[in-house]
């Protein structure tokens, strides 16, 4: 089973993955704009794309659903052995209401040449944010479903996530997403 899954060990799976080269993009857009954040489209102008602004321009909602932490120190395989402060954490929110129609799956964010939105950071770099899925096996989502969400306004009251929510990496978004018939990576 590969670092992203987790039933067979009864581990908690993360709700999120990044891969090396979503990754890189954000190391780059928190030098030059320091601290990030990410929230999740849910459709409208923007399509459903993951948004990345500088932290605090996007006001999280009290019913927003933390997703995960993307841990920037982090390489492909490392397990975080404490939650990412600072401009080495990008936090990704999804909308409560998005959140009920994909929580049965785990988001990958990914990275892919093209234009980025206008409101995204990353709109003048060549590139734009993707999100991929995959769905959580039975075992995954009953595992899941016993955890506690976190939500903005839990947040706002200070409380964090514990490490085991933050990203893991991996080299491409197919590590995360097999697709029927080819071989996955180690």
């Given at each position: ?22 990754a ?11 601290e990030?954040?990410?929230h ?30 993307v ?6 395989g490392?397990?975080?052995t404490?939650?990412?402060t ?6 990704v ?12 799956t ?5 990275v892919?040449?093209g234009?980025g ?12 944010f993707l999100?991929?899925a ?5 075992s ?5 479903g016993a955890q506690?969400?976190?939500v ?19 080299a ?12 996955v990576?180690?």
């Open positions: 089973m590969s670092a992203t899954h987790g039933s067979e060990s009864g581990a908690i799976p993360p709700r999120l993955v990044t891969t090396v080269g979503a890189d993009l954000l190391r780059r857009l928190s030098g030059n704009h320091g990030l954040m990410m999740q489209s849910g459709g409208c102008c923007d399509g459903s794309a993951p948004m990345c602004y500088p932290s605090g321009e996007f006001i999280v909602g009290d019913r927003d659903v933390l997703l995960g932490v841990d920037l120190r982090l390489e492909v490392e397990v975080p404490d939650l990412a600072g401009t080495d954490a990008v936090q929110w999804i909308s409560g209401s998005q959140f009920q129609a994909w929580k049965h785990q988001l990958v964010l990914d892919v040449p234009r939105s206008g409101f995204s950071l990353e709109s003048p770099e060549g590139l734009r999100s991929r995959r769905a959580f096996t039975a995954e989502n009953d595992l899941l506690p969400l976190l903005g306004e839990d947040w706002e009251a200070g409380t964090r996530p514990a490490p085991h929510t933050s990203a893991r990496v991996v491409e978004a197919v590590d995360a997403c097999p697709v029927p018939g080819m071989t990576r180690s």
